[in-house]
């Protein structure tokens, strides 16, 4: 089994005095796909966005390669953030930059290497993804699965080890959205980049095929954590076999 590269321990989080999830501890490992599943509203981006480091946790530690970055100083704190990358729920390309721009934008903002370098780097992300030839359209010209393609290979700018993705294929429609996952499978495993990918597409975490947890509103905690086709088969759990079975919770199970 390969080592943990991301560690979540006893984490509680939330909005100034708002928990929304309490006392969570899982480990993500080396070059797997792992999946962070749940309903609405439950939490996911809430832990992405703390784990990338966006907000502070009421309690709890991240270790990321085995820093703390709930204790780091600014220098460590930027050599962890600069390890990852991000592509964030709703893609948040610069809509009045062209595509080559935005993927140069990382490199730029933390790299000191010149402006040629930069941009033979942008145009190599953006043929790992499938979009060589488009490197002067801006975002509006492309459908929503080229604008998601794009923000990968805008994440995958700094080389990083890790990739957070939150809600990859929302919005896109099965076919698409089928290609992205196609497209994520095989960067991972030519490139053995570890992916941390927020869903609660079914579509999506069954073809990805991960290691999954799942959140849950009530509890404020994690409800499963496993294998995606033995939680759907799971009975024990109702709220994990509404889920998974798309059963209102009216139902009985
Ligand atoms: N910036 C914020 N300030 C205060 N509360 C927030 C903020 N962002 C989210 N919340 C609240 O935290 C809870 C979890 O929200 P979060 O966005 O993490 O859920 P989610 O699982 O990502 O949902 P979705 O599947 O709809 O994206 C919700 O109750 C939400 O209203
Ligand atoms: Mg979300």
Request: hydrophobic share 45%; glycine share 8%; net charge negative.
């Amino acid at each position: 089994m390969s080592k943990a590269i991301i560690k979540i321990e006893s984490l509680t989080i939330g909005y100034d005095d708002v928990t929304v999830l309490k006392d969570i501890s899982f480990q993500v490992r080396q070059g797997e796909i792992f999946i962070i599943l749940g309903g609405s509203g439950c939490g996911k981006s809430t832990l992405l966005n703390h784990i990338i480091g966006l907000h502070s946790p009421q309690s709890g530690h991240i270790f990321i390669h085995s820093k703390d970055l709930t204790t780091a100083d600014t220098a460590q704190r930027r050599e962890i953030l600069e390890s990852f990358g991000v592509a964030f729920q709703g893609g948040a390309l610069f809509g009045s930059m062209t595509l080559l721009d935005n993927v140069m934008l990382p490199l730029t903002e933390h790299t000191a290497l010149p402006h040629s370098a930069v941009e033979w780097i942008a145009r190599q992300k953006l043929a790992l993804v499938g979009l060589a030839g488009f490197e002067s359209k801006m975002p509006a010209q492309l459908s929503g699965g080229m604008q998601k393609r794009a923000a990968l290979a805008r994440a995958m700018a700094l080389d990083p080890d890790i990739l957070f993705l939150d809600e990859p294929s929302a919005g896109l429609d099965p076919v698409t959205a089928a290609h992205l996952d196609e497209l994520i499978l095989q960067l991972s495993q030519t490139l053995g980049i570890t992916f941390v990918i927020v869903t609660h597409e079914l579509q999506s975490i069954f073809s990805l095929a991960g290691r999954a947890i799942m959140l849950d509103k009530e509890t404020q905690g994690i409800i499963a954590e496993g294998n995606p086709n033995d939680m759907k088969n799971d009975r024990s759990n109702p709220a994990v076999w509404r889920f998974f079975n798309r059963t209102a919770a009216t139902e009985t199970v």
